[in-house]
Each structure stands twice: as structure tokens, then as C-alpha cells.
């Protein structure tokens, strides 16, 4: 997993490392820093943002030995880095859900995100992640114009033993939702899962579907899957989702395929909202806890 963005980042510091920290002499290679940053499908604004950091914390210091000039490179960028990555809070879903147990009462999530991001297949691993923490679990399709949605989503539900609750094609996406909620009020079930309609991002009739299930059930937690191989488009996708419908996290899918890694940066910063999970592969237990420091250091080792 991102191997170019390793090779770019070890290539910055071994240059800045064999320089005079003063602003002409790092300019010219943080431009070049820039460039590979967003070669990597590192936004604009993200990679403008590394830089400027760079610059600030480097500029004038004085090292004698190179090897402490070194460290200090590689700490000043693992901070930047770590701080992008660290949203301002924390969502722990297992304890959200056990919270709301306590209460008799279902934690629901919405997942939101464009068709091909491995939404539903996201569903299944968080289902399948809170059975086995031994809380029980209802599916809602709420993707009720794509053909094949029900009957996938079904198959997942099929598999993993649990309900799903469905209403036919084209049926009001947000009834199937509250129908949901409310079978699972009614049968003492502790989390509710709903899966959404995912076309281009900026159809304004999907957009306006979305903010009308969110009005209608209020969930407990909206989530956004994106594809990281999509690069700089998952940051537009995060960017419209965020301003049309409001998410509340991310699930960043196929990271294991990332050669690049720069999806995970720019998420982050543009919505100031944390990646719950990562997808790591096929199979419902191909989904680990995101965690900004383990994270960053893959991204510099």
C-alpha cells in the first residue's frame, strides 16, 4: 500500500535534509513536493497545506549533525500528517451502540456514497462486525431504483443471518427507512443499517432523496464510503455529500489496492471528519478501525 506516496515523501526529506534550511533554497523543493504530493492524489489544498507547514517549522533552524536533521524532518512531517488525519472527534461506533441498548432503543446508520464505492458491501462488514460483538442487526434497502440492489442486499442479509427490510422497486426510499427503525424499535433490535441510492454526485434529485431519509429517520450516524482509488474524485464526492446531505464519518473502501494513499489525507481535510473504518478486502471481515497514528506511519515507513 502506498508505495508512490512513500517513494515521494523519502525523496522530500532526503533532499531537505542535504540542504540549508532557508526559504530559497526550500521552495524550489517543496514545489517539487507539491507536485508529487498531488500526483498522488493528494488535493490542492491538502498538499499546499504540507508545504506551507513544512516551510514554517524548517525555515532557519539550525542543525549541525545530519542525522538530527534528519529526525527533525521526519517528525515535523509525521505531525503534519497526524494532524490532518486526526479529526476533532472521536466516533466509537460500539460504544454508540451499546449506549443506545442501554436506552431500548436501535442506533441506526445512514451510509451514503456514489454506486461502485463498496457501500453495501460496507454494510455487510459492519453487520457482521456488530453480530459478532453479539448485537443484533436489521438491514434497510433504501436503494429502491438501482436494479439488483434488493436482491444484493439481500444476499448479504442471507448470509449473514440477519433481516432485511424491504419495500418494492421504486418505493419511497425514506419509508423503507423509518419501517426499518421502526421494526427494529418494536423487536428490541439493537442496530439498524440502511443502505442508500448512489448515483453521480452532483444528480440534485439523489442529493434531495438523501436530505429527505435524513429529515424523516434523524439517524444516529451518517457515513460516507468512498472508493480510494477514485483519487481526487472521492474529494469531490466527500466535498458534495458533505455540503448537500451532512456526514458524520467516513468508511474509506480498497485500501489494500492503493498504491497512491492520498485519498485518506484528503478526505480528512476537507470534511473535518473522521474515518471510522477502512476497507481492506473481500471478505465481512476485511474492515479495521482507522487509526490516525498507525496510519501516518505506514504513510512514512
Known amino acids: 500500500m502506498f508505495e508512490k506516496l512513500r517513494k515521494g515523501l523519502s525523496g522530500a526529506i532526503n533532499k531537505i535534509v542535504t540542504t540549508e534550511l532557508k526559504v530559497e533554497?526550500?521552495?524550489?523543493?517543496?514545489?517539487?513536493?507539491?507536485?508529487?504530493?498531488?500526483?498522488?492524489?493528494?488535493?490542492?489544498?491538502v498538499a499546499d497545506h504540507i508545504c506551507g507547514e513544512m516551510e514554517k517549522r524548517l525555515e532557519g533552524i539550525q542543525v549541525k549533525?545530519?542525522?538530527?536533521?534528519?529526525?527533525?524532518?521526519?517528525?515535523d512531517l509525521h505531525e503534519i500528517l497526524l494532524g490532518i488525519l486526526t479529526a476533532n472527534e472521536k466516533i466509537g461506533l460500539l460504544e454508540n451502540v451499546e449506549r443506545k441498548r442501554k436506552m431500548n432503543e436501535p442506533y441506526s446508520v445512514l451510509f451514503v456514497g456514489i454506486?461502485?464505492?463498496g457501500k453495501t458491501t460496507s454494510i455487510a462488514k459492519v453487520a457482521k462486525l456488530l453480530t459478532e460483538k453479539g448485537y443484533s442487526v436489521v438491514l434497510a434497502c433504501s436503494d429502491t431504483y438501482r436494479a439488483g440492489s434488493i436482491e444484493q442486499l439481500e444476499e448479504h442479509a442471507?448470509?449473514?443471518?440477519?433481516?432485511?427490510?424491504?419495500?418494492?422497486?421504486?418505493?419511497?426510499p425514506a419509508a423503507v427507512a423509518y419501517d426499518a427503525i421502526s421494526h427494529?424499535?418494536?423487536?428490541?433490535?439493537?442496530?439498524?443499517?440502511?443502505?442508500?441510492?448512489?448515483?453521480?454526485?452532483?444528480?440534485?434529485?439523489?442529493m434531495n432523496e438523501l436530505a429527505k431519509i435524513k429529515k424523516v429517520i434523524d439517524p444516529d450516524l451518517t457515513i460516507l464510503t468512498v472508493d480510494a482509488l477514485t483519487g481526487n474524485d472521492a474529494v469531490m464526492q466527500a466535498e458534495e455529500f458533505h455540503k448537500s446531505v451532512g456526514i458524520d464519518a467516513t468508511i474509506l473502501t480498497k485500501i489494500d489496492a492503493d498504491v497512491k494513499g492520498g485519498a485518506a489525507l484528503s478526505v480528512t481535510y476537507v470534511t473535518r471528519k473522521p474515518i471510522v473504518f477502512i476497507g481492506t478486502g473481500q471478505t465481512y471481515k476485511d474492515l479495521q478501525d482507522f487509526d490516525p497514528e498507525r496510519f501516518t506511519q505506514m504513510i512514512l515507513k
Open 184 to 206: 427494529a424499535k418494536a423487536r428490541g433490535i439493537n442496530a439498524v443499517l440502511i443502505d442508500t441510492a448512489g448515483r453521480i454526485q452532483t444528480d440534485r434529485n439523489l
Open 65 to 75: 549533525r545530519l542525522e538530527d536533521r534528519k529526525e527533525i524532518v521526519k517528525r
Open 25 to 45: 533554497q526550500l521552495r524550489p523543493i517543496l514545489e517539487d513536493f507539491k507536485l508529487n504530493l498531488i500526483e498522488n492524489d493528494v488535493a490542492v489544498p
Open 115 to 117: 454506486n461502485g464505492t
Open 158 to 172: 442471507r448470509r449473514l443471518g440477519v433481516r432485511m427490510i424491504k419495500h418494492k422497486y421504486g418505493a419511497d
